[in-house]
């Protein structure tokens, strides 16, 4: 979901107005060759030469440039792009490139933040199967013992017995396996750079909190489809547009990797699961059960899930980041970290030239996301 401040209205530039440096066309050729094109087409050019204008720089690039570090580390893995377009960008806006100590130590809080998140949800998942595993055994005497020849059951109670044992088998599984990928996650993780362990939204993100870019702030919020990343440029005077794009780390994933484009519109809010409701209390006292009646087939309990949660949970966590003049007269950057939870309440962390610690923050708002999505919360 790509989300700019006001898509296709006159916050963006006018189509045709990016132009090529050697032949001053316009790059998209937006007022040529599109009188049969879509709707959907000329929209997205539109927005693509918005994301290419000065005024969307350097986000816009990034996501639409085909120079863009995710599209040029792809073709040539062996560099590591993304710390070179960010040294640029910090001596661009008159700082220093990032120490090679500094990237080192936010590599080893980065390895180190991955190993504890793989090893709790391993944990969390194995618990959860040895948690079923007494129930399924239960169950298990219990088919057999309806199978027996010397007792009569309903048929329909054996095969939703058989159905519930196949539903128990198949959670099993898919545990193992997202076990066993938080696992290669974590081995591969384990190898790359700082800047390449962030997914990349948060290495846009990080930008902003690194201090190499100026002028921006970021929301890390949860969604229907996990963690949505809304990236603003700063008011400078009242008359000021406040342009913003936003993407899901999905969306970004599927756009470079797959050469999907970004997708219009905002995502929905989570949904949260929560307790199933007790029972009705019968109207009539005089209802009674007939023991002698035949046995039914006990209803499914379906997944309860809400838009509203049912104790506070994390809603987002808005990051800025302004340049200082230390005692020592070094420049440092000051982060400002807000974590809201969806009953209003809300924690503010500040971080001066910590990278570690900025990066330590993003990703346990990125777990607690990722729980609610695997129901591990």
């Not at 090893?119 to 088919?143: G, M, P």
């Not at 990928?181 to 909190?209: D, P, V, Y």
Request: proline share 8%; aromatic share 6%.
């Amino acid at each position: 979901m790509a989300s700019p401040s006001s898509p296709g209205q006159p916050s963006g530039p006018d189509p045709g107005s990016v132009r090529c440096d050697n032949c001053k066309k316009s790059i998209l050729g937006s007022s040529q060759g599109t009188d049969n094109a879509t709707f959907t087409e000329r929209l997205r050019k539109i927005k693509t030469e918005w994301c290419l204008s000065p005024r969307m720089w350097p986000i816009g690039y990034i996501i639409e440039s085909p120079y863009s570090p995710f599209w040029i580390e792809q073709l040539l893995p062996a560099r590591d792009w993304r710390n070179a377009f960010e040294d640029l960008l910090a001596l661009a806006s008159g700082g220093e490139m990032i120490s090679p100590e500094s990237r080192k130590k936010e590599k080893a809080v980065g390895a180190s933040l991955t190993w504890d998140r793989a090893s709790k949800c391993i944990e969390k998942l194995n618990n959860l199967n040895a948690r079923d595993a007494s129930q399924y055994k239960h169950v298990q005497t219990t088919f057999n013992a309806a199978k027996s020849p010397g007792l009569q059951m309903d048929p329909s109670l054996i095969s939703w017995m058989e159905r519930k044992m196949s539903e128990a088998r198949e959670m099993v599984q898919h545990r193992v396996a997202v076990a066993e990928a938080f696992k290669n996650w974590e081995a591969t993780r384990r190898e790359l750079s700082a800047s390449r362990q962030k997914a990349r939204g948060q290495w846009m993100a990080s930008l902003i909190t690194s201090g190499a870019l100026g002028g921006w702030n970021s929301t890390l919020k949860d969604s229907e489809h996990g963690d949505l990343i809304v990236l603003r440029k700063e008011v400078v005077t009242p008359e000021d547009d406040q342009d913003s794009i936003g993407f899901t780390e999905r969306e970004l994933r599927e756009h470079f990797e797959d050469g999907k484009p970004l997708e219009d519109g905002v995502p929905g809010p989570p949904l949260y699961r929560v307790s199933h409701r007790p029972p009705v209390a019968p109207v009539d006292d005089h209802q009674f059960v007939d023991e002698n009646s035949a046995p039914q087939t006990p209803p499914d309990e379906p997944v309860v899930m809400s838009r509203v949660p049912e104790r506070p949970c994390f809603w987002g966590q808005e990051t800025t980041a302004e340049r200082i003049t230390l005692p020592d007269q070094k420049t440092a950057t000051r982060v400002v970290m807000k974590n809201y939870l969806t009953d209003g309440g809300f924690e503010e962390k500040v971080m001066i030239q910590e990278p570690g610690k900025v990066l330590q923050e993003v990703e346990k708002a990125k777990a607690l996301i990722e729980d609610r999505m695997f129901g591990l919360d």
